[in-house]
């Protein structure tokens, strides 16, 4: 994979990285409602968007629409980090070549990756990715998958 898509996805990460993850889920939901009026906003990765409560509900609910996203787009992040299948083993490498390189350019190759593999909009994606780190980001890529098992695990019962 190259590293241009990654270098395009940082500087979202970078300004996502802060935000708690309610905020996150927040920008996850209106993200994708903003997507399904304009199909636009989906193309880049830190796209601005600002909160219609109008058009995306009230704002608890939009949280709760963010965490019900995740819940699906992370069980696809996490089969092409974590998995066993072997048509991902490339993108699984440069996943794990880019864990070492820090939590905000691990989030950057989550994003490009799922943007490239699943098709998933990169306004999308970049959340996803912080959402990721946040959530599972420890010390070792075993530790990690580890970590995000738990969670994929209980998701996918529920």
């Known amino acids: ?6 270098e395009k996805a ?3 990460i970078e300004s996502l990285k802060g935000k708690t993850e309610d905020q996150l889920y927040a920008q996850l939901g209106m993200r994708d409602k903003a997507i399904e009026k304009d199909p636009s906003k989906g193309e880049s990765y830190n796209p601005t968007v600002i909160f219609d409560g109008t058009t995306m509900g009230l704002k608890d609910d939009i949280v709760d629409f963010g965490k019900q996203l995740f819940k699906t787009y992370q069980l696809q992040a996490y089969n092409l980090a974590c998995g066993a299948d072997k048509s991902n083993d490339s993108d699984r ?5 880019a864990f070492g390189l820090g939590d905000a350019t691990f989030a950057a190759a989550i994003a490009t990756v799922l943007v490239a593999q699943v098709g998933i909009a990169p306004a ?3 959340v996803v ?3 990721v780190i946040k959530l599972f980001f420890r010390p070792t890529y075993e ?3 580890k970590a995000w098992s738990k969670s994929v695990k209980g998701a996918s019962t529920s």
């Open 1 to 6: 994979m190259s590293n241009e898509p990654k």
């Open 10 to 12: 940082l500087p979202a």
């Open 93 to 97: 490498k440069d996943l794990m070549n």
């Open 124 to 126: 999308i994606a970049s």
């Open 129 to 131: 990715g912080v959402l």
């Open 143 to 145: 530790q990690f998958c």
